[in-house]
Each structure stands twice: as structure tokens, then as C-alpha cells.
């Protein structure tokens, strides 16, 4: 499911990698390839504070992009509040292929009703 490309290294974030996840073929929105990519930044700290997760894929629209990693972030905090940092990378992989699909239609449907000035 999960296929490793890139391992990145830097002072703040010791290991950063990406990775692409092959999404079920059923899925309902066009992607790419029908693969998610993402960038996983782990800090100094980890595993006592979380993981970063980042949508790479330009064909999904930017404000989608933002969204699911804000999402992921807060899901993070919660599981740290909670003292469950065990296997937060895999948990987390879990949780946004799992709730891939959830993101991306609540955040269309929101995006319709979004009021402009």
C-alpha cells in the first residue's frame, strides 16, 4: 500500500519523507496515477510531539490540500493529548486513508456555501 520515494534530512525536521499510497480503484475523485502523495516531517522531538503530514499532489486544489493536513494536525495533537503517540505514523496513515474521501467531499461541500467578500 505505502511505497517509500524520498528521505529528506534538516535541523528542525531530522527525517522528512515522502510517500505515495495507492488509493482503491473505486475511488471516487480523479487523481493522478489514483495514488496520494505526501511528505511526513518528524521533529526533533518526536515521538513526544507530532508528525507532520503534507498533501503533495498539485491536482488536488490547494485549499483541499491545507485542509486534510490541518486536519491530520489536529488529529495529531489529540492522539499526543491523549498520551497515545505509539505508532503515530501508522495510526495516522491509517486514519487519513481511511477518512481520505470524508475530507475531500465535506471540504467540497463547504467550499460551495463559502461566503466572499
Not at 515522502?18 to 521533529?43: G, M, Q, T, V, Y
Not at 507532520?52 to 490540500?65: A, C, F, G, Q, Y
Amino acid at each position: 500500500m505505502f511505497v517509500l520515494f524520498h528521505i529528506f534530512f534538516s535541523e528542525v525536521f531530522p527525517f522528512v519523507f515522502e510517500l505515495s499510497i495507492n488509493l482503491p480503484a473505486e475511488f471516487p475523485f480523479e487523481i493522478k496515477d489514483n495514488r496520494l502523495h505526501l511528505s511526513i516531517e518528524l521533529p526533533v522531538t518526536y515521538p513526544n510531539d507530532a508528525c507532520l503530514i503534507s498533501v503533495l499532489n498539485e491536482d488536488i486544489p490547494p485549499k483541499i490540500r491545507r485542509i486534510i493536513s490541518e486536519e491530520a494536525k489536529k488529529r495529531a495533537e489529540i492522539a499526543y493529548a491523549h498520551g497515545k503517540q505509539t505508532k503515530m505514523v501508522q495510526n495516522m496513515m491509517k486514519w487519513l486513508f481511511n477518512n481520505l474521501e470524508k475530507l475531500m467531499v465535506d471540504t467540497a461541500i463547504t467550499n460551495v456555501f463559502e461566503i466572499t467578500n
